[in-house]
């Protein structure tokens, strides 16, 4: 083994390894096999010894389970039971993960619907030794008739395991951190070619995922196995590295490979970064993907998890025909050339792809990327081509288009600014896909919207759906959408001004109305601003204006409210939570009604309407709801409610908030109230709630933080608010990093007492954290610098205090704990969690009033030291 690696480590070939290290467990097998076959020498007839799965192909990865089977004649098994055990055992003492099968010959010639991954790993069989007559009929009559009779059956079950696992990973090869086993375009995809094409028993065709010959379409046998050969590299590079079979591609794995060149061939030992290695991963996983994807559409399967192609009515002078959700260029356009070479033709099939959903054929294909040079060449500039890129973009499926107007070359030729983003890896632990997927995904979101929600959609979902169909121009929202991220092409802090930049000269190349590219302009420059405000108080009247004067009319607000929608649910499937896209409709109707009093002054004092949200809940009928629930009690209730800031009322249901009235009832038998809600399951983790009411005192929403804190709570969100009456409701979502509440749920109670109890300063919240035993953090991966803002116009009676940095245990209470030591006053807290950064946001006051510019500087100062002490734990 150690010679393979030193081997591997030399010459970087990755199939090299897996076959020598198949070769050596083959080698072992036999040896302990005819170890048991010298002790008893009936063994010798009626058990075959065979290598199923990746180890019957002869590719056996360093850290690869060993598929073993055993094929054993009837009337053999007892003799054979103890000798197979013994062989497996010394496996297992020579280090190898063994997966070990035993089974009778005629056991292997029917599919078992419910283990269909049996019947795939058959297809690999190969002999290591045993009674050859044995794996001669389990070869040539058991397997050979589960070809012939299930052969389209699992090709069935195969498809559909192919979408499955497809659609865990967003049906998208474009992953910052992807599997390289069973990311779309792994090397899962790669057997899957291989086991289509051994089905299809096509002539002359050896069924090798490594056969020579052109595979059809933009792409060969020869590049297939190049791709399969870095794939099998990077497998290999993995497994050394981590010493286990772990198939994760991630940052550090990426920055080592490209630092060795892993996969990379010539001669060339120039150093290459890793964003250029990644550039070649994705190269490569791409010749796998449509290796696939022609494969499968050769037996008549589907592999893809997305909907189906819808039928259109395609006009006879089209340059296209459209077959069974397949486009096929004609050989010429209607003016007698080539219309692979005809701009006009090649963009109007694209734009019935966008429309239906249908697929280019391979041999379209092909002809397109072949003419890139003449489409380039004959391309005309201006409103003609900015109408044909504009039905594109606003097709039900244009997503489908521009991926394979991208692959092809096309999308380089009309807007080659976006060549900067070609699969662009922008390390952040909040993004999932690479730039230029990240875009394709914001698009198809865009368009998900425009489909029925159907029954039982949140409001929200419905309200969104009916903004984007209001729309004077959605083609507009869909240019701006692809162009918005360009700019990260480039090495620039401020992307969006380089994207705004770039997007001018396609505005300019496309003649565009000035008033619609003033909107495309405006949003591009704005696209973050609405995210940036839903860090703040967005019940605040003074965010709400500033935020009304970025966007300025009606039709640029709804725009950025629904790119806005899409660029967080395109970050990663868990970026869009109800509470955020509640709040984006809650931010969108205060902006409205902030720009209809911009425009007419009188409007405000007819509409009754709370505080600025005016539309939607208007703020007396959700406090009538309140007072309905508590009857003979309303003026009790009324007095509660006065003088909370318009987000309590806004961001509770009513039932919370009499639960959090009730609780003041009872501040005579126990000042410090506490409500707690164990988990409701958020993605991968388990997100719980707990409350606090109380009368306002120093270092309340500290002392919850640290309470927290020093139980292992990891923080994901909150908020602190206070009413006139001085009654103080802190609010904390947060995630049970060592899993105590959930394992053991007699914890609860002794939970909620002691964060009581520490609150109130009956217990210590440093013997408490002192007992906690510290483990090691891990490193983060992603360094996220520090960064504290002040911002002292964001509200009319309080200093904004936002503080950036690494999301690590007791961040939130080194800060609270910080602020609340020096005095100030917590009037409002916002806590936000993207990925690995922490997203605080305080409203501060010192005595009722605004900090100076010298309270800042010392808060500045001090937080960064207690933030920095944190860190190193």
């Known amino acids: 083994m150690v010679e393979i690696r030193r081997g591997f480590e030399l010459s970087g070939d990755g199939l090299k390894a897996a076959s020598a290290r198949a070769a050596l467990v083959d080698e072992l097998v036999l040896r302990f096999w005819n170890e048991e076959v010298k002790a008893n020498p009936k063994l010798g007839a009626g058990v075959a010894v065979t290598a199923i799965g990746g180890f019957g192909r002869g590719?056996?990865?360093?850290?690869?389970?060993?598929?073993?089977?055993?094929?054993?004649?009837?009337?053999a098994e007892k003799l054979a039971k103890d000798a197979i055990r013994r062989v497996s055992q010394s496996l297992w003492d020579c280090g190898l993960q063994v997966s070990l099968t035993t089974r009778p010959p005629g056991e292997c010639e029917r599919l078992d619907a419910v283990n269909p991954e049996f019947a795939l790993s058959l297809l690999d069989l190969r002999k290591i030794g045993g009674d050859d007559a044995v794996f001669v009929k389990l070869r040539d009559k058991s397997v050979a008739k589960l070809r012939a009779k299930d052969s389209k059956a699992i090709a069935v079950a195969l498809a559909e395991l192919t979408r499955e696992r497809h659609s865990k990973y967003g049906d998208t090869l474009f992953h910052l951190e992807p599997s390289i086993k069973d990311c779309p375009g792994?090397?899962?995809?790669?057997?899957?070619?291989?086991?289509?094409?051994?089905?299809?028993?096509?002539?002359?065709?050896?069924?090798?995922?490594?056969?020579?010959?052109?595979?059809?379409?933009?792409?060969?046998?020869?590049?297939?196995?190049e791709a399969v050969a870095f794939l099998a590299a990077v497998r290999c590079f993995l497994h050394y590295r981590h010493e286990r079979d772990d198939n994760t591609l991630d940052w550090q794995a990426q920055d080592a490979a490209a630092q060795r060149r892993i996969g990379l061939t010539g001669q060339s030992q120039d150093r290459v970064d890793a964003a250029y290695w990644m550039r070649a991963y994705f190269r490569h996983a791409r010749v796998v993907e449509r290796c696939l994807l022609r494969e499968a559409a050769d037996a008549g399967l589907k592999v893809e998890s997305k909907t189906g192609v819808r039928r259109i009515r395609v006009p006879e002078r089209a340059g296209y025909l459209l077959?069974?959700?397949?486009?096929?260029?004609?050989?010429?356009?209607?003016?007698?050339?080539?219309?692979?070479?005809?701009?006009?033709?090649?963009l109007a099939a694209f734009a019935a792809m966008a429309e239906t959903g249908a697929r280019l054929s391979y041999a379209s294909e092909e002809r397109i990327a072949n003419a890139i040079p003449m489409l380039s060449a004959n391309l005309e500039e201006g409103p003609g081509l900015w109408r044909q890129l504009s039905a594109i973009l606003t097709g039900e499926r244009a997503g489908v288009a521009l991926r394979a107007m991208h692959t092809l070359g096309v999308l380089d030729v009309i807007v080659p600014e976006f060549h900067g983003i070609d699969a662009l890896v922008i390390r952040d632990a909040y993004?999932?896909?690479?730039?230029?997927?990240?875009?394709?995904?914001?698009?198809?979101?865009?368009?998900?919207?425009?489909?029925?929600?159907?029954?039982?959609?949140?409001?929200?979902?419905?309200?969104?759906?009916?903004?984007?169909r209001e729309l004077q121009n959605p083609g507009l929202l869909y240019l701006a959408a692809l162009m918005h991220d360009t700019g990260k092409g480039r090495a620039t802090e401020h992307h969006s001004v380089e994207s705004a930049r770039m997007a001018q000269s396609v505005l300019d190349r496309l003649e565009m109305d000035a008033y619609d590219a003033g909107l495309v302009m405006r949003l591009i420059e704005t696209h973050l601003e609405m995210s940036a405000a839903l860090r703040r108080d967005i019940f605040d009247a003074e965010t709400v204006r500033a935020f009304a004067g970025k966007v300025q009319t009606h039709e640029s607000l709804r725009m950025l409210t629904l790119f806005t929608y899409a660029d967080i649910a395109a970050v990663n499937p868990d970026a869009l939570t109800p509470w955020k896209a509640e709040n984006l409709w809650r931010l969108w109707m205060a902006t409205a009604n902030q720009l209809d009093r911009n425009v007419d002054e009188e409007r405000v004092h007819t509409r009754v309407a709370g505080g600025a949200l005016g539309g939607g809940w208007r703020k007396d009928e959700k406090i009538a709801r309140v007072l309905s629930l508590v009857p003979g009690r309303q003026a009790a209730v009324e007095q509660f409610l006065e003088g909370f800031p318009e987000r309590y009322v806004s961001t509770r249901s009513p039932e919370t908030m009499r639960q959090h009235f009730e609780m003041t009832q009872h501040f005579a038998e126990e000042p410090f109230q506490v409500a707690f809600q164990h988990g409701s399951k958020q993605a991968a983790s388990t997100v719980s709630e707990i409350t606090l009411v109380t009368q306002d005192r120093p270092r309340l929403f500290a002392g919850m933080a640290a309470a927290l804190?020093?139980?292992?709570?990891?923080?994901?969100?909150?908020?602190?608010?206070?009413?006139?009456?001085?009654?103080?409701?802190?609010?904390f979502r947060f995630t049970d990093t060592f899993r105590t509440l959930e394992l053991n749920e007699s914890e609860r109670e002794r939970f909620v007492s002691s964060v009581r109890d520490l609150v109130a300063g009956r217990s210590s919240v440093e013997k408490l954290l002192s007992g906690r035993r510290r483990g090691k953090r891990k490193a983060p991966r992603v360094v996220v610098e520090t960064k504290i803002e002040f911002d002292g116009t964001a509200s009319s009676h309080s200093t904004l205090l936002q503080v950036v940095a690494q999301d690590i245990p007791g961040l939130l209470r080194a800060i609270s704990a910080t602020v609340s030591e020096l005095g100030y006053n917590v009037e409002v807290a916002l806590v936000d969690t993207e990925g690995e950064t922490a997203i605080d946001v305080f409203y501060l006051t010192s005595e009722g009033r605004r900090l100076t510019q010298e309270q800042e500087e010392g808060l500045r100062a001090a937080l960064l030291a207690a933030i920095e002490e944190n860190s190193r734990g």
Not at 189 to 215: P, T
Not at 709 to 730: K, S
């Open 59 to 75: 590719h056996l990865f360093p850290y690869s389970d060993v598929d073993l089977m055993f094929c054993v004649e009837k009337g």
């Open 323 to 346: 077959r069974d959700g397949v486009l096929e260029l004609k050989a010429t356009s209607a003016s007698g050339a080539d219309a692979a070479h005809e701009p006009e033709v090649v």
């Open 431 to 468: 993004h999932r896909y690479t730039v230029d997927e990240h875009t394709f995904v914001l698009i198809d979101t865009l368009h998900g919207l425009e489909e029925d929600p159907g029954k039982g959609a949140p409001d929200w979902r419905v309200k969104f759906g009916t903004m984007i």
């Open 186 to 225: 792994g090397l899962r995809d790669a057997n899957v070619c291989h086991w289509l094409r051994g089905l299809s028993r096509r002539a002359g065709e050896a069924g090798s995922s490594q056969g020579k010959g052109e595979m059809g379409g933009a792409q060969s046998w020869d590049e297939f196995g």
């Open 709 to 731: 804190a020093a139980w292992g709570m990891n923080v994901v969100t909150a908020d602190a608010f206070a009413n006139e009456a001085g009654v103080v409701v802190d609010s």
